[in-house]
């Protein structure tokens, strides 16, 4: 008979720079106020890295935390997966600089990109290639050194993200736990560059004097439909999840949605029916740390006593792309 197989977090870890910036620091520098940041998005404050850190440096602390925790050795990862739209270079990826780090020798490494969903993209392959029986130890990541491609002169944007980076062990149990039914989905339909993406940089338009002169180089994003589309596009994936595992909302102990505003956040868990105490909110904080924003706050939450071994949670996001992923997941 075949044994079941399922993939489970045994540890995670995160990292956040230390340097904070808040929104008062934010009003000395673009025409904004402290209340209109807090009232539109909930962020008060957010964490920025060095002009010397790269995301690798920031991942490699996450990931240190996250070996730790869940009690392994490095020469025990056979693969890490890293989610970023911030790679520290095109290539070698920035995975391969976090092999270095940890010295996860036995590694094969790779960078994913799904922007805002691409930790939910990481677990969901964790999650096949351990199933597959290929693989037992996966070490997945999503980071983010947001601060190097926003243009710090655009208010309708600077405002909103972070950098940070959160770590996850992903290791085969026997175990009828871990992750119960995960989905990804994407809609190259808005793959549009206005509507959230950076326009230069790569083979469509290589970054000179002139794009650097127009910040064709920096992050553009249209708020309002990005909003409009992530508060209808969350619950429905969430939904999914919930259906393939045949599970109702009011068996999930803890909801932690992608943290780029607190306004669609809350619209999320009330589409849903969950009550607000059990919906995870650390956007206040660090702001929008894109790839990380799931697995810093699952970090914390499991820290802070949250969620706890048996609980069981559901994990939600969507990206530019469009991009989106949910997870159900009994810790
Ligand atoms: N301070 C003061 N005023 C501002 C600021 C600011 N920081 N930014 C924009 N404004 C002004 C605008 O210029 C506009 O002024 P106008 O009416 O004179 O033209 C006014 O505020 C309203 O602008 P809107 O863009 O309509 O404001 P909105 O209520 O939509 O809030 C926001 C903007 C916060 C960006 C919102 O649309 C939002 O959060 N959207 C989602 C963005 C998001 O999550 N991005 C993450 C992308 S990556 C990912 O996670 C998928």
New binding site residues.
């Given amino acids: 008979m075949t044994q079941l197989r399922h993939a489970t977090i045994t540890g995670t870890g995160s990292y956040l720079p230390e340097q904070v910036v808040t929104n008062s620091d934010?009003e000395n520098m673009?025409?904004?106020?402290d209340e209109?940041?807090r009232q539109?998005?909930g962020i008060t404050e957010r964490r920025i890295a060095a002009d010397d850190v790269a995301t690798s440096d920031l991942c490699v602390h996450a990931a240190r935390w996250a070996i730790k925790n869940a009690n392994i050795d490095p020469l025990d990862i056979e693969m890490i997966l890293v989610a970023t739209v911030t790679p520290d270079t095109f290539f070698p990826s920035t995975a391969c600089y976090v092999q270095k780090g940890i010295g996860a020798k036995n590694a094969a490494a790779m960078d994913l990109s799904a922007?805002?969903?691409g930790f939910l993209y990481g677990l969901d392959l964790a999650d096949g290639m351990i199933k597959s029986g290929r693989y037992n130890t996966i070490l997945v990541i999503g980071g983010e050194v947001f601060n190097k491609i926003i243009d710090w002169n655009d208010?309708?944007?600077?405002?909103?993200?972070g950098d940070g980076a959160g770590a996850a062990i992903v290791q085969a149990t026997d175990e009828p736990k871990g992750i119960l039914a995960s989905y990804i989905g994407s809609d190259g339909d808005y793959a549009d560059i206005d509507l959230?993406g950076i326009p230069a940089g790569g083979s469509r338009m290589p970054v000179t004097s002139e794009v650097i002169a127009e910040k064709r180089d920096k992050l553009q994003?249209n708020?309002?439909e990005?909003?409009k589309l992530?508060v209808r596009l969350m619950p429905e994936a969430a939904q999914r999840v919930l259906r393939e595992a045949n599970v109702s909302i009011d068996e999930i102990d803890l909801l932690i949605p992608?943290q780029?505003?607190l306004?669609?956040i809350e619209a999320v868990g009330d589409r849903l029916g969950m009550p607000r105490e059990k919906v995870y909110v650390n956007v206040d904080r660090y702001g929008?740390t894109?790839a990380a924003?799931i697995i810093i706050a699952l970090d914390e939450a499991i820290r802070e006593g949250h969620a706890k071994p048996g609980d069981l949670l559901l994990f939600v996001t969507?990206?530019?792309g469009l991009t989106w992923g949910s997870t159900l997941l009994r810790l």
């Fill in positions: 934010l673009v025409d904004t106020t209109w940041i539109r998005t922007a805002c969903a208010r309708s944007t600077c405002v909103l993200f959230l994003m708020g309002r990005v909003f992530g992608h780029a505003n306004r669609i929008n894109s924003t969507f990206g530019a």
